[in-house]
């Protein structure tokens, strides 16, 4: 690793606790403006406040959400999406460039990938252009790998999540974001496989804030290293104190019981 990608991935990951808490805020260019992104700046300042370690957004995004005042916060721009109607938006396609990103300032990149879906082997192509190119530049590249088409069943399923992580570790991306298998074992068992940080996605709001606390403390039990949360963080009442009470978790290595105690979640 050049010293470049050194310096950018210390401002994603913490030093201490080599975990990190991304906040995502991408979803308007597939699902338009969305409860807790009205005013991208506004809940940057609140995750950052909380301690979040990184935003993630689309570059057109970049300027409405720097703040040029409060907390410091890092920066991933997210390099490919599709709108919700599109005739496929499983099929994700590049919509910016790892050096264009690097002109906006990022301290990171990421892109998706749907591994199974009837585009795959596009995505794959995708993938190792931009994985050339963050390579070149010294840019950390974060792959969003989720097991996702006709063919999956069960998003969850640690078979499919599984071939998922091992398809971003191969590609050579410096961390992974996945979905959570639902148990300790047969994801510390991925986990373990493979070299980079794996990270879970929280998707859709969960029912309970019990809930997504255990998933949390569950996936680091099993190694992994933090989380990629969006709506269950900007489209919660506080998120600010979301945030605070996820850390504790994720980098103060707090039990489910603590956090939600001193936190009084419910």
Known sequence: MNIGKNIRIERIINRKSKRTIIIPMDHGLTMGTIKGLEN???????????GASAVLMHSGMVGAGHRRYGSDIGLIIHLSGATSLAPDPDRKIL???????????ADGVSIHINIGAEEEPEMLQDAS???ESAREWGIPLIAMMYPRGKKIKDENDPEVVNIAVRAGAELGADIVK?????????FKYIVKSVHIPIIIAGGPKMDTIPDLIHM?????????A????????FQSQDPTKMVRAISKIVHDNF???EVLKEYKLN
């Open 255 to 257: 039990t489910v019981e």
């Open 40 to 50: 991208v700046a506004k809940m940057i300042e609140k995750v950052a406040l909380g």
């Open 226 to 233: 933090g989380v990629a949360f969006g709506r269950n963080i």
């Open 129 to 131: 252009k931009v994985v």
């Open 216 to 224: 949390v403390y569950d996936s680091i039990q099993a190694g992994g």
């Open 178 to 186: 996945t979905n959570y298998t639902g148990d300790i074992d047969s």
């Open 95 to 105: 919509v910016c460039s790892v050096e264009r990103a690097l002109k906006m300032g």
